[in-house]
């Protein structure tokens, strides 16, 4: 059985980059990314969002790799430069949906998030 971890479109401005989806087994350890600029993820914290079917978003991360309470440390998230990424260890079925990062971008003086 593979877990789906899908990144489909974009909202706000797509000025951040992720791969189209990223798979794998149960128990794996599968890293997202999420690749910007100097003017967004460069100079600024990274979010990210995870979203079950049929639900509303969730803050997942905040500030580059905090967890709200009630996140699981099975989720982690880096910065480096103008990327970021979210690791997602312990792979469970239940993980599969939608995950958007997001940052505040200076050029556009607003939010930039891209779903994943």
Do not use: H
């Amino acid at each position: 059985m593979s877990v789906s971890l899908s990144l489909p479109g974009s909202w706000a401005q797509s000025v951040l980059t992720q791969p189209p989806s990223v798979s794998g087994t149960p128990g794996q350890r599968v890293t997202i990314s999420c690749s910007g600029s100097s003017s967004n993820i460069g100079s600024n914290t990274v979010n990210w969002y995870q979203q079950l079917p049929g639900t509303a978003p969730k803050l997942l991360i905040y500030s580059n790799n905090q967890r709200p309470s009630g996140v699981p440390d099975r989720f982690s998230g880096s910065k480096s430069g103008t990327s970021a990424s979210l690791a997602v260890s312990g792979l469970r079925s239940e993980d599969e949906a939608d995950y958007y990062c997001a940052a505040w971008d200076d050029s556009l003086n607003g939010p930039t998030v891209l779903q994943a």
